[in-house]
């Protein structure tokens, strides 16, 4: 099954946007054909393009995420330096949280600058975008409100862990940490039931592994249904420079 990240890139709005705004990054390379000051129609390609890259690289970050704890390896240096099974799952959960809701974000930036709402990027709440008029006629408010509702039940989670370095935890990793803190000191081979520890291990790292796929896929479907209606919007302002520029 082809991965979200490769379905986003394969989007026909993202061929377009990519497409249109490679004469800009050609520029941005090449510093002798570097103008010092940019077109109206060079800013607005390059920005919508800033932002649907970040988006995919967000989706790209959520499946390595899982790919790493999907093959969990703590090796000699990373016992060396104080990284454990359990510190391993919290880094990378909690990390799996930050970036799904930051897609939120990146959501509503996108749709302003699509729309060219002219917002400053720090003032891109939700409430200003989606109550925008033009926003509204072309029903993207419901989607973004689709995208909000898949991301919210990590917000506090992802609060927690970006303001004030909480990882998100349970009662089984808790346990782990203690299983964790015996298998350093070196006593786990006198445990009879460490095999079952492991399994049980196992079993949690799957479902893990299960919640965060399924995250990924509520805010996926949003996504792409976000991505088909900006293309349009972005088609009309292609057709406006076009004619600005006859």
Known sequence: MEKHSEQIRSHPFVDEVIADSGPVLRQLLSPKQRPTRRSEPERYFWSVRFYIHNLCDSFTRLEHIRTYLAHIRISKQYRQDGITRTSYIEYHSSNHAVILVGIFDIALILTSNVFRLGIAEKQCRSD???????????????????????????????????????????????????????????????????????????????????????????????????????????????????????
């Open 128 to 246: 200003l975008i989606m109550q925008n008029a033009w926003v509204h006629e072309r029903g993207i408010d419901r989607i973004l409100r689709q995208l909000d509702s898949a991301v919210s039940p990590l917000r506090e989670p992802r609060n927690l862990f970006a303001h004030r370095g909480i990882p998100r935890m349970d009662e089984f990793l808790t346990a782990l940490g203690e299983y964790d803190a015996l298998e350093e000191k070196g006593l786990l081979k006198k445990m009879p039931n460490r095999s079952k520890v492991e399994l049980v291990y196992k079993e949690k790292i799957s479902g893990i592994l299960d919640e965060l796929s399924k995250r990924e896929e509520s805010a996926f479907n949003p996504t792409m249904e976000l991505l088909t209606g900006l293309h349009p919007v972005y088609n009309s302002w292609k057709k406006f420079f076009a004619t600005q520029e006859k």
